[in-house]
């Protein structure tokens, strides 16, 4: 198996209510013909809304389960200043803030939010990590 991801799919409770939030995010959305889901392209990767009851029956698993999720998304910013602006984006577009943007042990400044659905968004700048032109980001060695 070759070491990239291609594709995070997150089940949402409302999809229309999911589309609007990551469109007001400033996101376009691609695939429009698809129905019943939708896809952003976001560089080298997708980001796919589902149904979450639709998600849970294509794994064979129970619907049921909320709270914290053991994992969470992230976007990378190029400075303390646009993590900020981010996270008061994603605000307005209707996500919660559930920490604000603060200086971090390891020299950087995080702040999160959580989606119309709760998924958690870390939004961050680590000086260490190169974040290139198309939006990719690149690790130390």
Do not use: C
């Amino acid at each position: 198996m070759q070491p990239r991801l291609t594709l995070i799919t997150l089940g949402t409770d409302d999809l229309s209510r999911a589309i609007r939030f990551y469109e007001a995010l400033g996101w376009t959305r691609s695939v429009k013909a698809a129905e019943g889901v939708a896809f952003f392209q976001l560089g080298g990767l997708a980001l796919s809304l589902y149904p979450r009851e639709n998600l849970a029956r294509d794994a064979g698993l129970p619907v049921e389960g909320s709270g914290f999720r053991g994992f969470s998304l992230a976007y990378n910013t190029a400075s303390r200043e646009e993590t900020d602006a981010v996270l008061a984006k994603a605000v307005e577009a209707g996500a919660t803030l559930v920490k604000a943007g603060h200086d971090v042990f390891w020299g950087g400044y995080i702040g999160y939010f959580a989606d119309p659905d709760g998924f958690l968004w870390e939004v961050a700048w680590n000086p260490e990590f190169t974040l290139l032109p198309d939006g990719s980001m690149r690790l130390p060695d």
